[in-house]
């Protein structure tokens, strides 16, 4: 029972209740463990990750890469920009080869979906799935959900309204999955052209109006709009979106509750969120920062217990 | 299994209290010593010394669990993953006379864990070991108890349970020895 059920952390969607409950506990540990003087335990001294990313990121990769030294494991970095792919190496050729250095683990973010699902089929190293795509960002969503845990004492009953782009997002979706296996009521809120035309499948509710959708929630998470992905106009300009898709302080202050305004970064200040509330105290983006490196390093503990030594 | 009481629960309370004089004979009023026990059972070992040591002191002791989980040696030679306890050490070990705490000594490994563990939170002035039952004759590494409440020599095969009226509803030590074969 308390062990994972997969090898492989490829998507929220192939977890149970239970492995998430897992992560979160083991999760708290490791959070006891990252506030003491010396932020570092000897567990996984004799495991190598190498960290592949094959699309641009700062906090996932510095998250991991924190993650990982402070279980001690040895840690390599790849990123697609200054590496052989630009050659015109296949996906496999290249994590085959970086295995045979003796790697155990992989982190890898990709711009296809599918890619981590993929890679976990044909090598022989466990995999975390760090994006893929527009498909899942598995540990976004475990900290995310991790942090309502911390703020509101449970997910299970809470309402979270997810706001954006829904269509591009592969956080959305993972936290979709990740808030109703835990129990908690979820409402998705954007502009038509970006909410997937299929999304009432998922059980979740869908709302236009912002003010309506914040009326609603107990949480509210803010996504960012992914200007690298509108390769066609999904809206008339930033300051039309802004305008009604942007959480202001004027917004909240008019709520008769005070609802938990969370963002996965990296923030458009002004677009999708005003600086006086990723500022203000309902704001817990900078918890789910310090809580991503506790959750991804519970997600490496667990899955680094799998692998067996002749 | 064959169960043989080893202390009962009035010899349980006298072992104690003899280990609460004998802590006070070394260390004084506590002014600059902390307990720190291991998790998970070592931790009932020093709420009962907190109890008993505050009544004779008439003062505060300081406490807190140390969970080793992360630096056990046996990971991932197990079928499961270890599970951590909760650690709670909210005071500075830097300088202070730290007594770790726990219920059964045997191979050490647990030891040498709670010493790497320890050495996570600061420098200790000096660190002592406390230990309810010694059982001699496993010892895997070279480590020493400080103070001992029982010593038994035990075979490999057998177990030891340390059992709390909190917990089990009695007091007490018991020795379990496999049936022979004849």
């Known amino acids: 029972m308390d062990s994972l059920s997969v090898d492989h952390l490829i998507g929220i969607k192939d977890l149970t209740k239970n492995d998430i409950e897992l992560i979160f506990k083991t999760a708290d540990a490791f959070k006891e463990v990252i506030n003491r003087p010396i932020k570092k335990v000897p567990s996984l001294r004799d495991i190598t990750i190498a960290n592949l990313f094959f699309e641009n990121s700062t906090r996932t990769r510095l998250s991991f890469e924190l993650a990982e030294k402070r279980l001690s494991s040895d840690v390599v970095n790849f990123s697609a920009a200054s590496s052989s792919v630009k050659k015109g190496e296949t996906l496999i050729d290249t994590v085959n080869n970086i295995l045979s250095m003796k790697v155990d683990m992989v982190v890898m973010r990709h711009p296809n979906p599918g890619a981590a699902k993929f890679l976990s089929e044909r090598v022989d190293a466990r995999v975390v799935n760090a994006g893929d795509g527009t498909h899942e960002h598995p540990t976004q969503a475990l900290l995310d959900s991790y942090s309502i845990r911390e703020r509101l004492g449970e997910v299970a009953g809470k309402k979270v309204v997810i706001v954006g782009d829904i269509l591009h997002s592969r956080v959305a979706l993972s936290n979709i999955y990740c808030l109703q296996k835990l129990g908690a009521e979820v409402m998705v809120c954007g502009p038509t052209t970006l909410i997937p035309k299929y999304i009432h499948e998922l059980g979740v509710k869908v709302e236009h109006n912002l003010q309506k959708a914040l009326a609603w929630c107990d949480v509210a998470n803010m996504l960012r709009i992914q200007l690298e992905r509108q390769d066609i106009k999904y809206f008339p300009s930033l300051r039309e979106y802004s305008m009604q898709y942007g959480l202001t302080k004027e917004i909240l202050d008019s709520l008769d509750k005070k609802i938990v305004v969370m963002h996965p970064g990296p923030i458009n200040r002004g677009v999708e969120i005003t600086s006086d509330v990723a500022d203000s105290e309902q704001a817990i983006i900078l918890q789910q920062v310090e809580n991503g490196v506790a959750v991804r390093m519970a997600v490496i503990y667990l899955l680094a217990s799998k692998i067996k030594r002749q | 299994m064959e169960r043989q009481v080893i202390l009962n629960s009035r010899h349980f309370e006298l072992t104690l209290n003899r280990l609460c004089y004998q802590l006070i004979e070394i260390h004084n009023d506590f002014s600059n010593t902390v307990l720190i026990g291991l998790q998970p059972r070592g931790?009932?070992?020093?709420?009962?010394?907190k109890k008993q040591l505050e009544s004779i002191l008439g003062k505060e002791i300081i406490c807190g669990n140390l969970d080793i989980t992360f630096y056990r040696d046996d990971f991932r030679r197990r079928e499961t993953p270890l599970i951590p306890s909760a650690t709670n050490i909210d005071f500075v070990i830097e300088g202070k006379n730290v007594v770790l705490v726990d219920d059964v000594l045997y191979t050490g490994r647990t030891i040498r864990s709670g010493l790497d563990a320890l050495l996570a939170f600061g420098r200790p002035e000096k660190v002592e070991l406390l230990t309810l039952i010694d059982r001699r004759f496993k010892r895997d590494l070279p480590i020493q108890a400080d103070y001992i409440g029982k010593t038994v020599d035990?075979?490999?095969?057998?177990?030891?349970?340390?059992?709390?009226?909190?917990?089990?509803?009695?007091?007490?030590?018991?020795?379990?020895?496999?049936?022979?074969?004849?």
Do not use: A, M, Y
């Open chain 2, 43 to 49: 931790i009932n070992v020093v709420t009962r010394l």
């Open chain 2, 154 to 182: 035990t075979l490999i095969s057998e177990r030891v349970s340390v059992e709390w009226e909190e917990i089990e509803g009695e007091d007490k030590v018991v020795l379990f020895t496999p049936e022979s074969n004849g």
